[in-house]
Structure formats: structure tokens, C-alpha cells
């Protein structure tokens, strides 16, 4: 069978989504050296091409910053190889349905492991006033259907090593193929 113009060029694809801290770049740094494909990190991109994302909040608000995410995604998904999302990526319909489309893994973890990844994290959701793991705990709360939703695999990074966590995902992901 013959292959479309559009999958000769693009490499493999698989996408992670999870909570704030949960891993998704450190892993998908590791995923894509272990499937020999790109890596794009969407908060990063934003971050990149917009400023910090703690000022974007500030200036102009969440909803705003979705917009902008909702474009990151589709363009890293777009171009191809291991894509981390933003842990709230999920909460846009519209990204939800492009996921629907692709392979998406969703790495979960235990707040306790999580502590000790948010402290000074720069994370506009968790500042202010305050325990930022109770924030984290509940934003994870009214983000897990989505996740749940999207994912086609459940890692769980708590306390598994990252290494070890990269080799699951991509021998899964290969086995997709």
C-alpha cells in the first residue's frame, strides 16, 4: 500500500499529556532519542515565541494563553515526532478532538512524588496564597476525565525511572505501527 504525500515526510507521532509535573518533558526528551524522531515541547514554544508563560497569564489571562496553546499543538502535531502538551492543554474541545486522532500517552502521578517536582516552579496555577500541592491536587481533579479521555496508554511516573518510563512508551508506540 502506497503511503499519502502528507506521512512520507512526517516521523512518527505520539503525544503525552498529564498534570503539571508529572514528567511529560523530561520523558519525552528520552522518547524521542529512543524513537529517533524530533521533540517539541509546546510550553516551551509558547514560551519561546510569546515570552514567560507567568507573564502571559498576568497580561492577558488564561484564556488567551489556551488560544495560543490551542495553535502550539496543532503545529507540533502537525510536523511530527514526540510532543509534550502543557497540562491543561486538555481542557480546549478543540485540542481534545485533534488528540482524539492521534496516539497520546498520559502520565500520571501521586501527589507525593509531585511535591517535590512544583516548589519554585514559576507555574502560574500553583502561585498565590496557599498549599501549591492542594492547588495541584485539585486542578489534577478537574483535569483527569480529560486525560482519561484522550489517553491511549497510562504511565505512571511517580516512581519508576524516567529512562525506564521512555523504553515502555516507545516500544508501545512502535508497536502501534
Known amino acids: 500500500m502506497m503511503s499519502s504525500p502528507e506521512t512520507v515526510d512526517r ?3 505520539v503525544v503525552l499529556v498529564g498534570p503539571m509535573a508529572a514528567g511529560k518533558t523530561s520523558v519525552g526528551r528520552k ?3 529512543l524513537l529517533e524522531v524530533p ?3 509546546t510550553d516551551k514554544r509558547i514560551a519561546a515565541e510569546h ?3 507567568p507573564q502571559i497569564f498576568a497580561e492577558h489571562g488564561e484564556p488567551y494563553f489556551r488560544d495560543l496553546e490551542r495553535t502550539a499543538v496543532a503545529e507540533a502535531v502537525a510536523a511530527g515526532g514526540v510532543v509534550s502538551l502543557g497540562g491543561g492543554a486538555v481542557t480546549d474541545t478543540a485540542t ?11 502520565l500520571t502521578v501521586s501527589a507525593e512524588a509531585v511535591s517535590q517536582r512544583i516548589r519554585g516552579a ?3 496555577l500553583l502561585t498565590g496564597e496557599g498549599d501549591p500541592v492542594e492547588r495541584w491536587r ?3 481533579a478537574e483535569r483527569l476525565g480529560w486525560y482519561e479521555e484522550v489517553a491511549d496508554l497510562t504511565v505512571d511516573t511517580s516512581r519508576r525511572p524516567m529512562r525506564m518510563l521512555a523504553e515502555q512508551i516507545a516500544a508501545w508506540r ?3 505501527e
Do not use: H, M, N, Y
Not at 481534545?96 to 498520559?106: G, H, I, N, T
Open 11 to 13: 516521523p512518527l507521532t
Open 31 to 33: 522518547v524521542s532519542r
Open 39 to 41: 521533540f517539541t515541547d
Open 51 to 53: 515570552g514567560p508563560i
Open 96 to 106: 481534545r478532538a485533534l488528540l482524539a486522532q492521534l496516539p497520546v500517552v498520559f
Open 122 to 124: 514559576g507555574r502560574p
Open 138 to 140: 485539585t486542578i489534577f
Open 174 to 176: 512502535k508497536e502501534q
